[in-house]
């Protein structure tokens, strides 16, 4: 109570000393409790925040860090106020600057980030489909604490407009340049030798420095500062800087990617997402680079050939497979967690089974996604599945199936939680199937409604799921598929909150006592159901629109409900 007491309702304060004594789901002994109230001193008064005091209780819960801790958590203050910052675009920083040691960096950054979370020393934001975050923000007292607190050890120098007179005397080691109108005069004379680490946010663009300033420079962000054919940096001397680990040119236009890149040969993250599109060849000399770990493409970058050199990418995001580049080479990529592959419309009917194949060989991976750069890809699926990538969790295949893959499960996939695929025929087991995996979060199953097989649907019509089909779904979208009036027993999807289906006009108007059924699915709060048959009618087609918007009238969450 008395430490509450101090706080005075301020809530940063109150999580912030909550955070501290109950983190790592461990709460603190009571001696350490006394220990902290003791320190905090007077406490915040109502209505009038006690900077002091705040940052007492702020630099408490710093100081209780552990050291590995208190250093990446510093390096934030790199970043201007209020920004959002990305988790893996911090992750693969700290890795860079060699924050990190052990096997698997990326997942030991990422138990720091969450840890950071946990003990509300920095604040998630923006969350992905698992619900974990993609980004965070600092709170502002937090943040003018860091920011002291790495001036002082040198850690980091910012320079932003006020704070324009602190000399730049000692050696600089990370340069953080985040706003425009300086002395420019300051960056042009100061020593660049010892700059381990340089970020420079687009409004300061303009201050830009050429890049033969730099000798050490492990990390270069240059995220979202335009660096188009206005040029304000010439990147053909990025191949000197042989001890890069990091370079981050996403959003940044570039329209050419320097062959001297091949040189840079500790270089873990090469981000070009969101380059310029003439940049779409990239020079032969990449493929040199093993020790790759993070690779960002666009849609339309590809990779040369003998990329299956690149032994260490862990993430390989956007790049774009060519008619006459050799599928096999993906097979090498052994490490990968994360696959985003787009392939050329009309891809090689021949081809196409040899990629699928050579993916079944990267049995890390968690993440595979292969879209279409035109309308769908033209080789069929056969009835492949990634039967030996345990790892999965999320699969998303543009490529059409004929018939549903029903060697589909969750003993192959037990991990399997958001799917994506598309198959022209479905019949309604198919549906099972799928409700069969156990781990299944998201599902979007497209197809392409042929009405005029209904007479064939007759025995299809009393279909039902098993009651315990789903058991886990959040979001069940049936695109242009047909399902059944009766088909959702009690048990099944008892968590889902989003279904999407098509019906059949005459499948709802044929008995008297038509029902949905919603009423099973008890977490259910949006339905979008297509209406389909009978397209002349238009008296038929409004009795059944109507009969399905009183389909939810009675389920308790009143769910939103839309007839296509
Ligand atoms: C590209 O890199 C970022 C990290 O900055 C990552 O979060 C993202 O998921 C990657 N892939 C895609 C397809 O954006
Ligand atoms: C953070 O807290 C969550 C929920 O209490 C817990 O599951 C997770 O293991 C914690 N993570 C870390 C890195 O402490
Ligand atoms: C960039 O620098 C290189 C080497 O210093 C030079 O040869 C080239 O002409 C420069 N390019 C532009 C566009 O200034
Ligand atoms: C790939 O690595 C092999 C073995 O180290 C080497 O012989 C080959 O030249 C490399 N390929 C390319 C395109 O650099």
């Not at 007179?165 to 004379?189: E, M």
């Not at 392939?343 to 699928?356: Q, T, V």
């Amino acid at each position: 109570m008395d430490i509450l007491k101090k706080c005075a309702g301020v809530p940063l304060a109150i999580i912030t000393l909550a955070s501290h004594l109950a983190s790592n789901r461990q709460i603190k002994p009571i001696s350490e409790w006394y220990v902290l109230l003791n320190s905090i001193g007077s406490g915040l008064t109502k209505g009038d925040t006690n900077l002091e005091e705040m940052r007492r209780i702020l630099s408490f819960s710093y100081y209780d860090l552990p050291s590995h801790l208190k250093t990446c958590l510093l390096y934030l203050s790199i970043f201007p106020e209020d920004f959002y910052i990305g988790r893996n675009r911090l992750i693969r920083r700290w890795i860079a600057e060699g924050f990190i040691q052990g096997d698997n960096l990326f997942e030991i950054g990422l138990s720091y980030f969450n840890e950071l979370v946990n003990r509300s020393m920095i604040q998630p934001s923006d969350f992905d489909d698992y619900g974990e975050p993609t980004g965070c923000h600092v709170h502002d007292m937090m943040l003018d604490l860091i920011c002291d607190l790495a001036s002082e050890e040198n850690f980091v120098t910012i320079m932003d407009f006020i704070k324009v007179d602190t000399p730049l005397g000692r050696k600089v080691r990370r340069l953080s340049v985040q706003k425009a109108g300086l002395a420019n005069t300051r960056l042009l004379t100061s020593s660049m030798s010892q700059v381990r680490s340089f970020t420079i946010f687009s409004p300061a663009i303009n201050q830009m420095l050429p890049l033969s300033r730099f000798e050490v420079l492990r990390v270069l962000d240059l995220e979202d500062c335009y660096l188009g054919k206005s040029g304000h940096l010439n990147l053909s001397c990025v191949g000197d800087l042989l001890h890069l680990r990091y370079l981050g040119l996403r959003n940044t236009k570039v329209y050419k990617i320097p062959a001297e890149i091949g040189n840079l040969l500790f270089l873990q993250t090469l981000d070009l997402q969101g380059i310029d599109d003439s940049a779409k060849e990239l020079p032969a000399s990449i493929v040199q680079l093993r020790n790759l770990m993070f690779l960002n493409l666009t849609e339309v970058t590809y990779l040369p050939v003998g990329y299956r050199n690149l032994t260490s990418l862990i993430e390989l995001s956007q790049a774009h497979i060519t008619q006459d580049g050799d599928p096999e080479e993906l097979r090498y990529l052994t490490e990968l967690r994360v696959l985003c592959l787009w392939l050329p419309s009309g891809y090689s009917p021949e081809k196409l089974p040899i990629l699928l194949e050579s993916l079944g060989h990267l049995h890390k991976l968690q993440s595979l996604s292969i879209k279409s750069v035109g309308e769908s890809i033209a080789g069929n699926m056969g009835d492949w599945v990634p039967s030996s990538l345990p790892q999965l969790r999320d699969l998303e295949l543009e490529g059409w199936y004929e018939m549903m893959p029903t060697r589909i499960s969750s003993s192959l996939l037990p991990l399997l939680s958001k799917l994506h695929i598309r198959v022209h025929q479905v019949r309604l087991a198919d549906i099972q199937v799928l409700g069969n995996l156990l781990a299944l979060r998201s599902l979007f199953l497209d197809s392409d409604v042929d009405t005029a097989t209904k007479e064939e649907r007759a025995t299809e019509r009393s279909f039902m799921l098993s009651p315990d089909a789903f058991p886990r779904a959040l979001e069940c979208s049936h695109l242009n598929v047909l399902l059944a009036p009766y088909m959702f027993p009690r048990g099944a999807m008892p968590m889902v909150q989003i279904v999407s289906f098509g019906l059949l006009v005459s499948d709802i108007l044929s008995g008297g006592d038509w029902d949905l059924c919603i009423r099973n699915l008890p977490s259910l709060q949006a339905l979008s159901i297509k209406l389909y048959g009978e397209e002349g009618s238009t008296d038929r087609y409004s009795e059944a629109a109507a009969a399905v918007e009183r389909a939810g009238d009675d389920h308790p969450n009143r769910p939103f409900t839309i007839v296509l």
